[in-house]
């Protein structure tokens, strides 16, 4: 045994073991060096061998940290140029030519997305199970949009054929929703906002949708999304 920096460390240094991860966290780097001899003369470079392998460790966590933020920014970016493409393709002008009954549907299928945060907000207290109504209830219509997705590319004269690429994306869209039932109840909100949020790119991205489907496909997608959001911020809140 030996000292340096304050801590005991092994006289045999090959290998990975729990102790060197916790205590130093250099067992990738000691795995390929050589069991050093602790006494007479070679004590020193024993010494001044720890400390260039400390040294490395150090650099090499620093160059991970950057390169992960740097992935996480080029995330960030990719997300923005995404999200200004989908807005650009939308008029929102559009959705006062909406069929009234599509629009006066998809407007009524917003309150079981609003009422349940809005109850909670004045009952002053969480109620888990008005919680996973709206939880439900969204998972049913991710679903729905997923079928919306199948049922377009039926037709022969659609831009969306019946490609694996397309129905694919419909069933996975029910295969969202059923998982987000089976998760924790805030796992499943993020999941479930995150299934809207892709369902909405998705079509509004695809050819052979009309503009005024568009607009109002983003409009009810986006209050349904900030009703989810709302009820997770109360979920943590309360």
């Known amino acids: ?6 801590q005991q460390f092994p006289r045999r240094l090959l290998g990975f073991s729990k102790w060197q991860a916790d205590n130093l966290a250099r067992s990738t780097i000691w ?11 070679n004590s020193k470079s024993s010494h001044h061998h720890l400390q260039k392998c400390y040294v490395l460790n150090l650099h090499s966590k620093t160059m991970l940290h950057t390169t992960s933020r740097k992935n996480n920014i080029d995330l960030m970016d990719e997300a923005k140029k995404r999200y200004k493409h989908m807005l650009s393709l939308v008029d929102w002008k559009e959705v006062k030519n909406s069929p009234q009954p599509a629009l006066a549907y998809g407007a009524g299928g917003l309150i079981p997305f609003v009422l349940p945060p809005l109850a909670i907000l004045l009952n002053g207290e969480f109620l888990p199970n008005l919680a996973f109504v709206q939880l439900a209830y969204g998972a049913s219509i991710l679903s729905f949009l997923g079928g919306v997705k199948w049922g377009f590319a039926v037709p022969e004269n ?3 054929k019946l490609s694996w690429e397309n129905l694919g994306q419909s069933v996975s869209l029910s295969l969202v929703g059923f998982g987000s039932l089976i998760l924790p109840p805030w796992m499943g909100t993020i999941t479930l906002i995150a ?4 369902s909405t790119y998705i079509d509004i991205t695809s050819q052979g949708y009309p503009q005024w489907f568009k607009a109002m ?5 986006g209050v349904a999304i900030g009703s989810l959001g709302f009820g997770l911020l109360l979920r943590i809140l309360y």
């Open 1 to 6: 045994m030996f000292k340096f920096a304050g």
């Open 31 to 41: 795995t390929h060096a050589a069991p050093l001899s602790l006494t007479g003369s």
């Open 158 to 160: 659609t831009p969306q």
């Open 195 to 198: 299934g809207l949020g892709a």
């Open 217 to 221: 496909r983003l409009c009810l997608s």
